[in-house]
C-alpha cells in the first residue's frame, strides 16, 4: 500500500548546485503535503508545506513544487550545503493521520 | 522553540516483556501521534490520539499496543508483550489542530528500542 512513493533512494549533488527531490502519490483526494528532514539519531524535523491550492511555496533556499494532475511533488534545495546530507521524507496527511514516503538520502559533496 | 520530548533514549529489553515509551509533546498541541521507523525503513504510522480517545489506528498497533495521557502533560505508548520485531525507533509527534487546520507534525527525537 504505496501510497506516497519516494523512487530514487539516494542522490548525490555537488555543493552550491540544486537539489532536486521527487515524490509522487496516489490519492488525488490529499490536499497537504510536507517535507522533512532526518538526521541520524533524531526525528524528522519539518521543513516546507504546500496544500493544493497552491502550485508553490517557497522558503529561503527550499520551494516545494506541486502538480496535481500529475500527482507529483518536488523539492528544490538552492544552492545546496554540505549540512543538508540528510534523509528527506515527504508526507501527506489522510484522515486521521500522516503517511510519509520511504525517503531519498541526500548527499552534498563540498 | 518547543519540542517534543521523548524518554527513554534507548530501552533494551527481554522478549515477552512489557515496556512504557513516554513523550512530552508541545504544550498547546491537541493531536498526538505514535510512529516506529524499523532500520532503514520507512516512517510507519501506529496511532493518532485526539481528546483522550484513538482518532485512527494501523495494522501495526494490535492488541499489544495501547496509548494513554496519564496527565495534563505526559502521552505513553505501552508494548504489553514485546516480540523480536518490535524492535525500532519509536517516535512521538504533536501538532496543534490535526488534519482540519493543515498543521505540521512536530516529532521528539525517539526511543530505539530493542528486543533481545
Known amino acids: 500500500d504505496q501510497q506516497v512513493k519516494q523512487n530514487s533512494p539516494s542522490l548525490s549533488v555537488q555543493e552550491g548546485r540544486i537539489s532536486i527531490l521527487n515524490c509522487d502519490y496516489t490519492?488525488?483526494?490529499?490536499?497537504?503535503f510536507l517535507w522533512y528532514k532526518k538526521y541520524p539519531a533524531e526525528g524528522p524535523t519539518f521543513l516546507i508545506s504546500?496544500?493544493?491550492?497552491?502550485d508553490k511555496n517557497e522558503d529561503g533556499r527550499f520551494t516545494v513544487f506541486l502538480n496535481k494532475s500529475a500527482k507529483h511533488l518536488s523539492l528544490h534545495i538552492v544552492p545546496s550545503q554540505p549540512g543538508d546530507s540528510a534523509v528527506y521524507f515527504c508526507?501527506?496527511?489522510?484522515?486521521?493521520?500522516?503517511?510519509f514516503g520511504t525517503g531519498t538520502r541526500l548527499k552534498v559533496l563540498a | 522553540e518547543p519540542e517534543v520530548t521523548q524518554t527513554p533514549s534507548h530501552q533494551v529489553t527481554q522478549m515477552g516483556q512489557e515496556v512504557i515509551l513516554r513523550c512530552v509533546p508541545i504544550s498547546n498541541h491537541l493531536y498526538f501521534y505514535w510512529y516506529r521507523q524499523i532500520l532503514g525503513q520507512k516512517v510507519e504510522f501506529l496511532v493518532s490520539f485526539y481528546n483522550n480517545e484513538i482518532s485512527e489506528k494501523s495494522e501495526i498497533f494490535d492488541d499489544q499496543f495501547s496509548v494513554e495521557r496519564p496527565d495534563g502533560s505526559n502521552f505513553t505508548l505501552k508494548i504489553r508483550s514485546t516480540k523480536l520485531e518490535d524492535s525500532a525507533m519509536y517516535f512521538c509527534a504533536s501538532n496543534i489542530g490535526g488534519q482540519a487546520y493543515n498543521s505540521p507534525l512536530h516529532f521528539g527525537n525517539g526511543t530505539r528500542l530493542t528486543v533481545t
Open positions: 490519492n488525488s483526494m490529499f490536499d497537504y
Open positions: 508526507a501527506t496527511s489522510g484522515t486521521y493521520k500522516y503517511i
Open positions: 504546500i496544500s493544493s491550492i497552491k
